[in-house]
């Protein structure tokens, strides 16, 4: 009997193997369908649907009701799906970023700042941290714009333009970070390609300025801090 060896804290019991019913596991996957529902509002939504559309049409095949609770029960099942579809319809169109949750992204600083209408979906979705959100360049031309506003119209009456013209050496970073600032509505360009902060990048820089890196053009002229209490609001 060499090579065996017992364990006396184990006990088979046959009590412990009865097999499970279907709707055990019925029950089991839906719970677990409930979980990953509830996560984000939308998902929240769906699930109440399928929740109130389901007892709806349990109860409806009741025999102990009448003829008349049966009819309402049936016209409410007809018209609650069309309800339901009027308003994910007015959810989707006009209120889109609300229908996410934090667990929907990879860090809940891009969830935050999606929410608040600072970075778009794909972005928030596609970046891993809140360091990663912007690039050095980005930051630098940010930086930069939000300097020179300030101390040329620190009520953004007047835009301080600039850009960096093609075959100098930081072209071809800058042109990929201005691409995508522009396309976050942060910055605009005009006719002969002159860059400049938006009334949305006015305002995002007002909010994050403070965690800008130091990186700028021109780092010699410094902001004017009494201009600077003017656009805060604070002059």
């Not at 990048?201 to 700028?216: A, M």
């Amino acid at each position: 009997m060499t090579g065996l060896s017992s364990n006396s804290s184990f006990i088979f019991s046959p009590d412990l193997c009865q097999p499970i019913s279907e709707t055990q596991v019925m029950l089991k996957d839906f719970g677990d369908i409930a979980v990953k529902l509830s996560r984000n509002p939308l998902g929240v939504l769906s699930l109440s649907f399928v929740l109130v559309y389901g007892i709806a049409g349990f109860v409806c095949t009741s025999t102990a009701l009448q003829q008349g609770e049966r009819l309402v029960l049936v016209w409410f099942i007809v018209l609650f799906p069309m309800v339901i579809l009027g308003a994910f319809y007015r959810l989707v169109t006009k209120h889109s970023n609300k229908l996410f949750g934090p667990s929907d992204f990879s860090d809940e600083a891009n969830f935050l700042a999606y929410t608040s209408g600072e970075i778009s979906l794909e972005l928030a979705k596609s970046s891993t941290g809140k360091q990663s959100l912007r690039t050095r360049m980005e930051y630098k031309i940010l930086n930069t714009l939000w300097t020179k506003q300030v101390n040329l119209a620190p009520e953004y009456t007047k835009l301080w333009t600039f850009r960096v013209n093609y075959g100098t050496p930081e072209f071809g970073e800058y042109h990929i970070a201005t691409s995508k600032l522009i396309g976050e509505g942060l910055v605009g360009e005009t006719e002969n390609g002159q860059i400049h902060l938006t009334a949305d990048g006015y305002n995002y820089c007002k909010k994050h300025f403070p965690d800008f890196p130091p990186e700028q053009w021109w780092p010699e002229d410094k902001i004017d801090q009494d201009k600077l209490k003017i656009a805060l609001g604070k002059g």
